[in-house]
Nanobody, 123 residues
Framework: QVQLVESGGGLVQTGGSLKLSCTYSGLSFIYYAVGWFRQAPGKEREFVAA????????NYSDSVKGRFTISRDDANNAAYLHMNSLKPEDTAVYFCAVRWFSESRLSSEYPYWGQGTQVDVSS
């Protein structure tokens, strides 16, 4: 049974930083790409960042490029989203997801999802 668990969310002031973690079980993580998505109240889920199975290719949305960094730790079956220079518009529930082999910006292409972790950025 595949299980993804996000952690690390919380309340932070504008300009602050957070590190989100996503841990996995039930799959051979080294074969899977990882994506981070977010969903704000009343809005659709949107792509944030993704990394391929080798960790050699990353992809970011324009809204977070230069502020967020995605990484993975295959030895510990984990992936991370380092978020710096946070803004109130980054407030959302953040989800990690995995898919076979290559990264994608499309949420529909990820079959496995975590339950999400809340990030609140105060102004």
């Amino acid at each position: 049974q595949v299980q993804l668990v996000e952690s690390g969310g919380g309340l932070v002031q504008t300009g602050g930083s957070l590190k989100l973690s996503c841990t996995y079980s039930g799959l051979s993580f080294i074969y899977y790409a990882v994506g981070w998505f977010r969903q704000a109240p009343g809005k659709e889920r949107e792509f944030v960042a993704a990394i391929n199975r080798f960790g050699t290719s990353t992809n970011y949305s324009d809204s977070v490029k230069g502020r967020f960094t995605i990484s993975r730790d295959d030895a510990n079956n984990a992936a991370y989203l380092h978020m710096n220079s946070l803004k109130p518009e980054d407030t959302a529930v953040y989800f990690c997801a995995v898919r076979w082999f290559s990264e994608s910006r499309l949420s529909s292409e990820y079959p496995y999802w975590g339950q999400g972790t809340q990030v609140d950025v105060s102004s």
